[in-house]
C-alpha cells in the first residue's frame, strides 16, 4: 500500500471548519483513500474512504485532488469532541487487503 | 452503538501468568484482527483471521497467539506474561463489500504486567 504523509498537529477554533491535509503522492489507481479517528486511547473511528470522487457523509467531506496524490479531510464544523489524532491511510481494494496506520495528525479544537 | 466487544477493559496481572483478552462481534463479519498500541505510538496489526480456522500472524511481531473457532469470537492468549506485553490490545472486525469495507474497533484492553 502507499505511504501517507500528514503533518504532527494542528488546531482550530470550535465551530470553525477543520481541514485536515494528506499527501499520498505514489497511489496507485486501485487504492483508496480512508479516514479513521481515533479520540483519546479509543478504538479508532471510521470516518470516510474513496476513491477518486469527492465523497460526504454526516461526519466529513473528503475531497481528493484530480490527480489522486493528495486529499484533504474535512470536518465542517468542529467541536471539541472531534479533538483527536486523524489517521489518512490508503488502502488498495480487495478481500483481503489490511489496514496500516501511521502517525496521524493530532487536530486540537479549541473553545 | 459497538457491535465488537473486548473484556477485560483493563487488566494488571503479575509477571509469569497466563491471560486472555477476549474479542467478540455480533456482526457476522468474517475478518478479525488484533492491533497493538503502547501509549502515543502507532497501532501495530499482530494477528489477523480471514475466517473459521484461519488465523496469521500481522506486521508487528507478538509472543501472543489468537484462535478463531467461531466467527464471532477471536481471543487472544499471551502464555506467560512479561513487563514488555505491558500495552493497549485492540480487536477489530471488517466484511468485504467490493471496496475493502470499513473497520470496527471494540475499546480495547489496556493490559498492565507487574
Known amino acids: 500500500d502507499a505511504k501517507t504523509t500528514q503533518p504532527t498537529s494542528m488546531d482550530c477554533a470550535e465551530g470553525r471548519a477543520a481541514n485536515l491535509p494528506c499527501n499520498h503522492s505514489?497511489?496507485?489507481?486501485?487504492?483508496?483513500v480512508y479516514w479513521y479517528r481515533q479520540i483519546h486511547s479509543q478504538g479508532p473511528q471510521y470516518i470516510i474512504h474513496g476513491l477518486k470522487n469527492n465523497e460526504t457523509n454526516e461526519m466529513a467531506s473528503l475531497i481528493i485532488t484530480e490527480d489522486r496524490k493528495s486529499s484533504t479531510l474535512i470536518l465542517p464544523h468542529a467541536t471539541l469532541r472531534d479533538t483527536a489524532v486523524y489517521y489518512c491511510?490508503?488502502?488498495?481494494?480487495?478481500?483481503?487487503?489490511?489496514?496500516?496506520f501511521g502517525k496521524g495528525i493530532t487536530l486540537s479544537v479549541r473553545p | 452503538e459497538a457491535d465488537i466487544y473486548q473484556t477485560p477493559r483493563y487488566l494488571v496481572i503479575g509477571t509469569g501468568k497466563k491471560i486472555t483478552l477476549e474479542c467478540s462481534q455480533t456482526?457476522?463479519?468474517?475478518?478479525m484482527y488484533w492491533y497493538q498500541q503502547d501509549p502515543g505510538m502507532e497501532l501495530h496489526l499482530i494477528h489477523y483471521s480471514y475466517g473459521v480456522n484461519s488465523t496469521e500472524k500481522g506486521d508487528l511481531s507478538s509472543e501472543s497467539t489468537v484462535s478463531r473457532i467461531r466467527t464471532e469470537h477471536f481471543p487472544l492468549t499471551l502464555e506467560s506474561a512479561r513487563p514488555s506485553h505491558t500495552s493497549q490490545y485492540l480487536c477489530?472486525?471488517?466484511?468485504?463489500?467490493?471496496?475493502?469495507?470499513?473497520?470496527?474497533f471494540g475499546s480495547g484492553t489496556r493490559l498492565t504486567v507487574v
Open positions: 456482526m457476522g463479519h468474517d475478518k
Open positions: 477489530a472486525s471488517s466484511e468485504y463489500r467490493g471496496q475493502g469495507g470499513g473497520y470496527t
Open positions: 505514489t497511489i496507485s489507481g486501485n487504492e483508496y
Open positions: 491511510i490508503v488502502r488498495v481494494s480487495g478481500a483481503n487487503s489490511k489496514l496500516t
